[in-house]
């Protein structure tokens, strides 16, 4: 009987103990739980870095808009087309973009720069709400880049735009999943007042 007791305490000990009682699923079976791995579909035996990436891929440099309209790093020609995307009405980082989130890590560990972080949303619902909604999506990038990543707080500013400035019509839907996402924009090196630098974002 005590065996038996012994027995089904151990049972019950390891399944609160497991992964899956603790969320930390991993898809992939890399090390890496699948909240926190930039690339969720890594090939069985790859070896990974934290983010859960392959450690050999490096990612190709990106470049980004700057507050007063130029383009970081200054040996950039043209800005990389670079936004998170998210679902209908939702703040999640979805799978599919945390590469994106791998490809910003990496330029912000290589640039010792501020980053403006830009939520947006579509045209439906009230702009009360789509404002609220575009900045909450921006905070929810700021904290993976602070909390998972590790980065300065001091390195981030946030601005929700709601629906003012889309990227594409959003009378179709392709065009409005396109209009929910979050941008990048270096604030310029030089900028003293932050409001100000960021008028036309």
């Not at 992939?28 to 069985?44: E, L, N, Q, R």
């Not at 945390?98 to 640039?111: G, T």
């Not at 929700?160 to 009378?171: A, F, I, Q």
Request: charged content about 20%.
């Amino acid at each position: 009987m005590m065996n038996k007791c012994w027995l089904t305490l151990l049972c019950f000990i390891g399944l609160v103990l497991s992964p899956v009682a603790f969320g930390w699923n991993d898809s992939d079976k890399d090390g890496v739980p699948d909240i926190k791995d930039a690339c969720p579909h890594t090939p069985m035996g790859v070896l990974v870095d934290a983010s859960g990436c392959d450690k050999s891929r490096l990612f190709k440099p990106i470049c980004l808009i700057t507050s007063d309209d130029k383009v970081y790093p200054e040996t950039c020609i043209q800005a990389t087309e670079l936004a998170l995307n998210f679902e209908f009405a939702k703040t999640e980082i979805l799978y599919s973009q945390w590469p994106v989130l791998a490809q910003i890590k990496q330029f912000l560990q290589l640039n010792d720069v501020k980053l403006c972080l830009i939520g947006h949303t579509d045209s439906v619902g009230s702009v009360e709400a789509n404002l609220l909604l575009s900045e909450v999506r921006a905070k929810t990038v700021m904290g993976i880049l602070v909390d998972d990543y590790g980065f300065d707080p001091e390195r981030f500013i946030v601005r929700g735009m709601g629906t003012r400035s889309p990227l594409s019509t959003n009378d179709t839907p392709v065009g409005r999943a396109l209009n929910r996402r979050v941008n990048f924009v270096v604030l310029d090196l030089n900028c003293v007042n932050p409001d100000i630098c960021l008028g036309n974002f």
